[in-house]
Structures are given as structure tokens and as C-alpha cells.
């Protein structure tokens, strides 16, 4: 009896295996679905049909976009981590994916063990800007500024939430200020106040602001990447300006239900790097301020770990609230 329920251990085991390894050859054999944990028109949702028409072409199959949008992008990410773990359903994660989990209480799921990762698609930094009307234009008068007058400084952000008011948070802890946070439902309000001079700052993407820093009509005081961006050359970084630790990446990638089998991830994956490889698609993505990447599985990890630590970190000494 022993040795048969061996023989049947090994037959099934074996059976799942190529079972897994077909489901691989024939993927994919029906519409693949990646949902948009945003309302359509932003970033996040035109990285996704951008990357959805490649795809499609490729394999001769629908690749559909689903926003479920709502809930400070949960809605989106409970979805996903519940659907059959068959390739057919991937989310593309954005900063919140691993905000949440130390903003909001009892998540339903987990961004690190209900998911695996496929490749991280592109990354971009933001930027600190002011009203002309401000007087400080740089980051170390901007300091002086609001130190002699606490909380009477406005910085805006795109929501509650978001990689834009943990990074106002931030801020405030490494530079020992209380600037107060005004949050806008998106960046798009935000933006169209603070040219309003309304509030006094915000921060904001690159091509959000470009053409209004060109006129003049916003003042470009620091940029949060490691490096300066290509569009601000005369722009310093955190870094340059003394503030060494503060590097606010936003960043876009795909990732599937846990338990998806890994050769279907290899295939995923594949096509996102041949994708962002394209001179369309760069080009594209470079006028939305994005940089693509294209990474393994195993990078993308890292970079999520990294992410839920240091904005655990942040949410804990700020008090950041979702709502």
C-alpha cells in the first residue's frame, strides 16, 4: 500500500507538471485581462494600453484593460490577488501597492505574499515646485522660510495617500518643518491651483509643469530622483540640494495572483522588455516622464521590499491618514 501511494504521489506531481508546462506552450489561448487599479486617462491606465497593444499583437489574442478604481486603489488590488492564478488576470501595481499596507488597517490581502512579481515597466521622479509669488527659490530658502513660519506654507499633493503626500511627509520629518498638506483628487486640480496660487507648492511629475516652469509660471525648486532629469537639466536633486536620503521614485509593473506557474510569468515578462525595447514606446513614455525598465522577476521584488519598508517607515513617524 506504501509503495502505491507512492507511485500515485509521483503520477499526479508529475501529471500537474505538465499540466503547468501545456498551460505554458498554449499561453495564451483566450483574452488576457490587466486591471488598472485607477480611473482611465492617467499614467498608470495609458502605460497599460500602450503595453496591451503590443501584447496583443504578439500573441494573436485580446489583452483587455479593467479599471477598477476606488479605495485608495484597493478595490483593484483585492481583485487581483483573489482571481485564478492562470495568467489571465495580471494588475499593473503603481506606488500604492505598497503604501497600503501600512496606511490602511486589515487589507485583504498582501502585496508580497499574494503576488508574484513579472517585471517592473517603467519608473519616474517628482518635483518640488512653488507659485512665483513664493519667495524661496531653492530648497535650502524654502527650509529657511517655512522654519519662520510654521504651518503657514501649503504644499499640495495629487490625494491622501499617494507617493506625492508621503513625500510632503517626508520632507517634513528630514527637514524638521511643518509644511501643511492640502490633498487634491489627482494632480490635475492640484496643478491648476497652485498656478492659481491658491497653495503655495505641490509636488507633481515633470510633464505636469513642464511648460508652465518654461513660462515661468511655476518655479522648479528641487527634483526627487538620484539624478537630474533630462527635461530640467538646471534643476537640482534632493541630493545636491542636502538632502541625501530623500529619493521618491514612483514607479509601474506587473505582477499576477500568487501561485501563477513561473513559466507563464517568464512569458509575461518577455513580452514587457520586448515591449519597452521599442522606439514607439520609448518615445511615448518619455513624453508622459516615464523612464521604462523592463526587469526580471526577482529585481522587481527587491525594489516592492524596499518600497513597503521605507514607507512604513515614513507612515509611522508622519501619522500619514488615507482619508
Known amino acids: 500500500m506504501r509503495q502505491l501511494t507512492c507511485v500515485l504521489t509521483f503520477l499526479t506531481a508529475s501529471l ?35 503595453l496591451s497593444q503590443k501584447f496583443a499583437e504578439t500573441w494573436g489574442q485580446q489583452v483587455l484593460v479593467e479599471n477598477r478604481a476606488g479605495g485608495g486603489s484597493n478595490i483593484g488590488f483585492e481583485f487581483v490577488s483573489k482571481s485564478a492564478a492562470d ?122 509643469v513642464l511648460t508652465a516652469i518654461q513660462q515661468r509660471r511655476l518655479t522648479a525648486l528641487a527634483i526627487t ?21 530623500f529619493i521618491v521614485m514612483g514607479w509601474y509593473g506587473l505582477v499576477a495572483p500568487a501561485g501563477t506557474p513561473r513559466d507563464i510569468v517568464n512569458i509575461v515578462r518577455a513580452e514587457v522588455v520586448k515591449a519597452l525595447a521599442a522606439g514607439d514606446i520609448k518615445e511615448k513614455l518619455h513624453a508622459l516622464g516615464l523612464d521604462p525598465v523592463g526587469s526580471t522577476p526577482e529585481q522587481f521584488t527587491t525594489l516592492l521590499k524596499d518600497e513597503v519598508s521605507r514607507w512604513a517607515k515614513v507612515v509611522k513617524a508622519s501619522g500619514a491618514k488615507p482619508d
Not at 505538465?18 to 499614467?43: E, H, L, S
Not at 538646471?234 to 542636502?242: D, H, K, L, R
Request: charged residues 15%; glycine residues 8%; positive net charge.
Open 225 to 245: 530622483g538620484s539624478a537630474r532629469h533630462a527635461l530640467l537639466a538646471g534643476v537640482p536633486t534632493f541630493i545636491e540640494s542636502g538632502f541625501p536620503e
Open 87 to 208: 495568467g489571465y488576470t495580471l494588475l499593473m501595481a503603481q506606488p500604492a501597492f505598497t503604501v497600503n499596507v501600512s496606511l490602511y488597517k486589515n487589507l485583504p490581502y498582501d502585496p508580497l505574499r499574494d503576488f508574484v512579481t513579472i517585471s517592473l515597466a517603467a519608473t519616474y521622479p517628482m518635483l518640488l515646485v512653488s507659485h512665483p509669488s513664493m519667495p524661496a527659490r531653492s530648497i535650502k530658502e524654502l527650509v529657511n522660510l517655512a522654519k519662520t513660519k510654521p504651518g503657514r506654507l501649503s504644499i499640495a499633493s495629487s490625494g491622501n495617500g499617494t507617493t506625492a503626500h508621503l513625500a510632503v511627509e517626508w520632507f517634513n520629518t528630514l527637514a524638521n518643518i511643518r509644511l501643511t498638506h492640502i490633498p487634491y483628487k489627482g494632480a490635475a486640480p492640484a496643478t491648476v491651483d497652485l498656478l492659481g496660487g491658491h497653495v503655495d507648492l505641490a509636488f507633481v511629475s515633470p510633464p505636469t
Open 16 to 50: 500537474s507538471a505538465v499540466g503547468f508546462n501545456c498551460d505554458a506552450q498554449t499561453y495564451p489561448n483566450k483574452p488576457v485581462r490587466i486591471v488598472v487599479p485607477v480611473a482611465a486617462g492617467g499614467p498608470t491606465d495609458i502605460l497599460t494600453r500602450t
